[in-house]
């Protein structure tokens, strides 16, 4: 499949690459799980690059399609990385980024508890496994860790992880004496650790006379001269060998018995080749304690690539290829034939695999019913002028739909890395407890101390709190988010951490993201609104990965009714699996849904008494509203998003009277309103010329002279590309660099965001003064 991909004519100058040594590596561990060991409720993430393998065995059970794995790595071919969205075949975990399918695993099992322990009618089905196929260097990924520490917080069970321990990473050879660390740590964390280093031919001739002598050589021996000897082969065994074993009685005799290929086919004969040592010892185990196979292997196992120390994207030259099929027995022009190469008649082959039991229920996708969300929610939690933050706000939604008896209440799981309290998750968790597997009661409580939090643990509890480690907070919300698919009943996870720290799991959100997982995320506190915080707290580009992040829908909203209504879509939204064209009325593709990041700030700032109704509801979820429409002459535009309403309001007052027609433009979310943008100008260069944006719908009518100033608390960029819509001249104020400590006016008046410094600004651009920018 590897050599196929790379001969396809290089159009572009890019070579298509490919792993075949990290491939063969896993040959043997694959083939026991799969077609002996897995069941059909386990789930597995595959190493990323033994992704060929994968393919092949599906191939092999009939779930990949010919054309696909003869374009593997091609458009629309099989995935290089296995991908859940992409790939036809079943795949249980997207791979790519070293690490993060190890981590997910955990997460994944801790998911499958929660549901189990909620006794919904799709968990009465047998726990799986939650495993992991695991390159070694991926143990250098710090979350692989964070990932251990929190599963051993929470009593976690179901999960194996299988290390393809071939002592090789991409550049080179891993350290010396990394077993030994591996295994303590995995012991620290209370793991089982289940060493397959032997295979069955070399534990039939440790039992040979001198056999002893040889066990003992190969343990001391480094992994650099094994990996160099593994490339050498057997007459570099041989000379080795004897050099340090000669006239050594027994072993060497033991030594001399074998020809060169049986003394490397011994030499390889590492557990983590051997079929007999893998089924035995994985069908052995009879617990559900986690547990760490350390599988010894070969990286290149059984081509002329073994164990060179720089075969990571090694490909086989055709002549070696050509060795390597005679070997495997694959007849040339056959090579596509799903049996070639198997010994034994085609009807008991096909008879064995169709009794494989992993492969037995056919697919392993579930589905779940939508939960529907009642209109309650999106009525806004303040009052009338009272002074509120979103965050506030957000903690009431959330503690009226606890206090409700709905299924949309039942569904809910929340989860935060260690900032439950500070991000006003509290009320819920009040009334919706903490989950664990066991009851743990709050003893502050039971000692009748006063606390505002009421915490106490067990199987009902719906919120799941971690430490702080935010990658774990993205591996847990990808799991939840695919409940409904891996496990058969929905979740609606809610996660909330503080917004600056989204950068530090934001590979892991990325992942949640590419595997179509379905979860809000809530960033809060953000921005330098945060005042007294400081830079270190204060985020700023944060908007710009909502914007740029696939299969997130970000939001600010300003006031706390914006943030009803969003949520109540919200909860909607991250249930659809539509495959439907976009809305023609904004371009979007709101029906295939997806996950929601809602920014949020503790600023409280005072509310306007609107009145709810739906043309508000539906442009607030659009992205942008008018707060004060402009009039047929407008100069000046005012564009806000977040908190710095108050600002921009105050602004366009002071400038009422000088400037012609001002609009306020109070925009939810920059994220759709240039996703529909960019999505209707698609359109049109496609031909339908009465596609039309929500952007272009607000902005088509201002007069051309009229210009626009937008403003963020946080990166200016992230509403820079309104002045594009219709061609009228912006400037972007927001936040360049870093935060400050000082109050808010001090701090938007530093950063030019202040009333007084919009005003200055637009009265400097706008009219018969002298102008701001040149022409
Ligand atoms: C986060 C991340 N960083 C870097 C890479 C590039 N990369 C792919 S495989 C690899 C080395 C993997 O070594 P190991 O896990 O031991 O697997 P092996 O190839 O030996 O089977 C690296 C650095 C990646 N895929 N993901
Ligand atoms: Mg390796």
Same mark, same amino acid.
């Given at each position: 499949?590897?050599?196929?991909?790379?001969?396809?004519?290089?159009?572009?100058?890019?070579?298509?690459? +490919?792993?075949?040594?990290?491939?063969?590596?896993?040959?043997?561990?694959?083939?026991?799980?799969?077609?002996?060991?897995?069941?059909?409720?386990?789930?597995?993430?595959?190493?990323?690059?033994?992704?060929?393998?994968?393919?092949?065995?599906?191939?092999?059970?009939?779930?990949?399609?010919?054309?696909?794995?003869?374009?593997?790595?091609?458009?629309?071919?099989?995935?290089?990385?296995?991908?859940?969205?992409?790939?036809?075949?079943?795949?249980?975990?997207?791979?790519?980024?070293?690490?993060?399918?190890?981590?997910?695993?955990?997460?994944?099992?801790?998911?499958?508890?929660?549901? #189990?322990?909620?006794?919904?009618?799709?968990?009465?089905?047998?726990?799986?496994?939650?495993?992991?196929?695991?390159?070694?260097?991926?143990?250098?990924?710090?979350?692989?860790?964070?990932?251990?520490?929190?599963?051993?917080?929470?009593?976690?069970?179901?999960?194996?992880?299988?290390?393809?321990?071939?002592?090789?990473?991409?550049?080179?050879?891993?350290?010396?004496?990394?077993?030994?660390?591996?295994?303590?740590?995995?012991?620290?964390?209370?793991?089982?650790?289940?060493?397959?280093?032997?295979?069955?031919?070399?534990?039939?001739?440790?039992?040979?006379?001198?056999?002893?002598?040889?066990?003992?050589?190969?343990?001391?021996?480094?992994?650099?001269?094994?990996?160099?000897?593994?490339?050498?082969?057997?007459?570099?065994?041989?000379?080795?060998?004897?050099?340090?074993?000669?006239?050594?009685?027994?072993?060497?005799?033991?030594?001399?018995?074998?020809?060169?290929?049986?003394?490397?086919?011994?030499?390889?004969?590492?557990?983590?080749?051997?079929?007999?040592?893998?089924?035995?010892?994985?069908?052995?185990?009879?617990?559900?304690?986690?547990? /760490?196979?350390?599988?010894?292997?070969?990286?290149?196992?059984?081509? @002329?690539?073994?164990?060179?120390?720089?075969?990571?994207?090694?490909?086989?030259?055709?002549?070696?290829?050509?060795?390597?099929?005679?070997?495997?027995?694959?007849?040339? +022009?056959?090579?596509?034939?799903?049996?070639?190469?198997?010994?034994?008649?085609?009807?008991?082959?096909?008879?064995?695999?169709?009794?494989?039991?992993?492969?037995?229920?056919?697919?392993?996708?579930?589905?779940?019913?939508?939960?529907?969300? @009642?209109?309650?929610?999106?009525?806004?939690? #303040?009052?009338?002028?009272?002074?509120?933050?979103?965050?506030?706000?957000?903690?009431?939604?959330?503690?009226?739909?606890?206090?409700?008896?709905?299924?949309?209440?039942?569904?809910?799981?929340?989860?935060?890395?260690?900032?439950?309290?500070?991000?006003?998750?509290?009320?819920?968790?009040?009334?919706?407890?903490?989950?664990?597997?066991?009851?743990?009661?709050?003893?502050?409580?039971?000692?009748?101390?006063?606390? /505002?939090?009421?915490?106490?643990?067990?199987?009902?509890?719906?919120?799941?709190?971690?430490?702080?480690?935010?990658?774990?907070?993205?591996?847990?919300?990808?799991?939840?988010?695919?409940?409904?698919?891996?496990?058969?009943?929905?979740?609606?996870?809610?996660?909330?951490?503080?917004?600056?720290?989204?950068?530090?799991?934001?590979?892991?959100?990325?992942?949640?993201?590419?595997?179509?997982?379905?979860?809000?995320?809530?960033?809060?506190?953000?921005?330098?609104?945060?005042?007294?915080?400081?830079?270190?707290?204060?985020?700023?580009?944060?908007?710009?990965?909502?914007?740029?992040?696939?299969?997130?829908?970000?939001?600010?909203?300003?006031?706390?009714?914006?943030?009803?209504?969003?949520?109540?879509?919200?909860?909607?939204?991250?249930?659809?699996?539509?495959?439907?064209?976009?809305?023609?009325?904004?371009?979007?593709?709101?029906?295939?849904? +997806?996950?929601?990041?809602?920014?949020?700030?503790?600023?409280?700032?005072?509310?306007?008494?609107?009145?709810?109704?739906?043309?508000?509801?539906?442009?607030?979820?659009?992205?942008?509203?008018?707060?004060?429409?402009?009039?047929?002459?407008?100069?000046?535009?005012?564009?806000?998003?977040?908190?710095? /309403?108050?600002?921009?309001?105050?602004?366009?007052?002071?400038?009422?009277?000088?400037?012609?027609?001002?609009?306020?433009?109070?925009?939810?979310?920059?994220?759709?309103?240039?996703?529909?943008?960019? /999505?209707?100008?698609?359109?049109?260069?496609?031909?339908?010329?009465?596609?039309?944006?929500?952007?272009?719908?607000?902005?088509?009518?201002?007069?051309?002279?009229?210009?626009?100033?937008?403003?963020?608390?946080?990166?200016?960029?992230?509403?820079?590309?309104?002045?594009?819509?219709?061609?009228?001249?912006?400037?972007?104020?927001?936040?360049?660099?870093?935060?400050?400590?000082?109050?808010?006016?001090?701090?938007?008046?530093?950063?030019?965001?202040?009333?007084?410094?919009?005003?200055?600004?637009?009265?400097?651009?706008?009219?018969?003064?002298?102008?701001?920018?040149?022409?």
């Amino acid at each position: 499949m590897i050599d196929q991909a790379n001969r396809r004519e290089k159009i572009d100058g890019v070579k298509v690459g +490919g792993h075949q040594a990290s491939s063969a590596s896993m040959v043997s561990l694959m083939t026991a799980l799969y077609f002996d060991v897995l069941r059909p409720q386990d789930r597995v993430a595959v190493k990323p690059h033994a992704s060929p393998v994968f393919h092949a065995i599906q191939y092999l059970m009939g779930n990949q399609t010919l054309e696909k794995l003869q374009n593997f790595r091609g458009f629309h071919g099989a995935q290089s990385y296995p991908s859940r969205t992409k790939d036809v075949d079943d795949v249980d975990f997207s791979t790519g980024s070293v690490g993060l399918g190890v981590g997910i695993t955990p997460f994944a099992s801790l998911i499958q508890d929660y549901v #189990a322990a909620k006794g919904w009618s799709a968990t009465k089905n047998k726990a799986g496994r939650m495993i992991a196929l695991v390159g070694d260097a991926e143990l250098d990924e710090g979350n692989v860790y964070e990932a251990l520490q929190e599963g051993w917080k929470h009593s976690l069970r179901n999960c194996w992880w299988i290390i393809d321990y071939n002592r090789q990473s991409l550049d080179g050879v891993v350290r010396e004496g990394l077993y030994d660390r591996i295994e303590t740590v995995f012991k620290a964390f209370g793991w089982d650790v289940v060493t397959l280093k032997y295979g069955a031919l070399q534990r039939a001739a440790f039992k040979e006379p001198g056999g002893e002598a040889l066990k003992a050589w190969i343990d001391a021996c480094s992994n650099q001269l094994y990996s160099a000897l593994l490339f050498q082969g057997g007459a570099a065994w041989r000379k080795r060998l004897l050099d340090d074993l000669g006239d050594q009685g027994n072993v060497s005799a033991l030594i001399e018995r074998r020809s060169n290929d049986e003394l490397s086919e011994l030499m390889n004969n590492l557990g983590g080749h051997c079929l007999e040592r893998l089924t035995e010892t994985f069908n052995g185990i009879d617990h559900d304690r986690p547990t /760490a196979f350390i599988a010894y292997t070969v990286k290149g196992y059984g081509t @002329p690539l073994a164990g060179h120390k720089d075969n990571h994207s090694g490909l086989m030259t055709s002549a070696q290829l050509q060795t390597f099929q005679e070997q495997m027995k694959v007849r040339p +022009g056959r090579e596509w034939e799903r049996l070639e190469g198997l010994d034994g008649s085609g009807a008991k082959i096909q008879a064995f695999l169709d009794a494989v039991p992993f492969f037995a229920k056919g697919r392993r996708r579930h589905r779940a019913e939508r939960i529907p969300v @009642p209109h309650t929610v999106a009525v806004s939690p #303040a009052a009338v002028r009272e002074e509120i933050s979103t965050q506030a706000a957000f903690g009431r939604i959330l503690d009226a739909i606890a206090k409700s008896d709905s299924d949309l209440a039942t569904r809910i799981v929340t989860t935060s890395p260690d900032v439950t309290v500070s991000t006003n998750l509290g009320p819920w968790v009040n009334r919706r407890q903490l989950f664990a597997r066991q009851e743990l009661a709050d003893v502050f409580r039971d000692q009748h101390i006063p606390s /505002a939090q009421k915490w106490e643990f067990s199987p009902k509890g719906q919120h799941i709190e971690l430490g702080i480690a935010e990658m774990n907070l993205f591996l847990l919300l990808g799991a939840a988010g695919l409940s409904h698919s891996l496990f058969g009943e929905r979740l609606l996870p809610i996660g909330t951490l503080y917004d600056p720290f989204v950068s530090r799991g934001l590979d892991a959100l990325n992942y949640a993201c590419y595997q179509d997982a379905r979860f809000i995320v809530v960033g809060t506190p953000s921005g330098i609104s945060l005042s007294s915080e400081g830079g270190a707290h204060q985020s700023i580009a944060q908007p710009l990965i909502g914007m740029s992040q696939d299969g997130l829908a970000s939001f600010e909203p300003a006031f706390a009714d914006e943030l009803a209504v969003i949520m109540a879509w919200a909860f909607d939204y991250m249930q659809r699996d539509g495959e439907g064209d976009p809305d023609e009325r904004t371009w979007l593709r709101d029906e295939t849904g +997806g996950s929601v990041y809602l920014r949020l700030s503790t600023r409280q700032i005072e509310q306007p008494g609107r009145k709810p109704n739906s043309d508000f509801a539906q442009e607030v979820i659009d992205g942008a509203t008018w707060l004060k429409e402009p009039g047929p002459n407008a100069d000046l535009v005012i564009a806000y998003q977040g908190t710095v /309403a108050t600002e921009a309001i105050a602004a366009a007052g002071m400038l009422a009277d000088r400037r012609r027609d001002i609009g306020v433009l109070s925009i939810t979310s920059a994220d759709r309103l240039n996703a529909g943008w960019q /999505a209707a100008q698609r359109e049109r260069a496609r031909g339908n010329l009465r596609a039309l944006s929500h952007a272009e719908r607000l902005l088509g009518k201002l007069p051309r002279h009229c210009r626009i100033v937008t403003v963020i608390d946080g990166h200016p960029a992230t509403l820079a590309w309104l002045g594009g819509v219709m061609g009228n001249k912006t400037v972007s104020l927001g936040v360049e660099h870093f935060g400050q400590t000082g109050t808010v006016s001090d701090l938007y008046r530093h950063y030019g965001m202040d009333a007084i410094s919009i005003t200055e600004i637009a009265l400097g651009l706008t009219g018969g003064m002298s102008e701001y920018s040149p022409r």
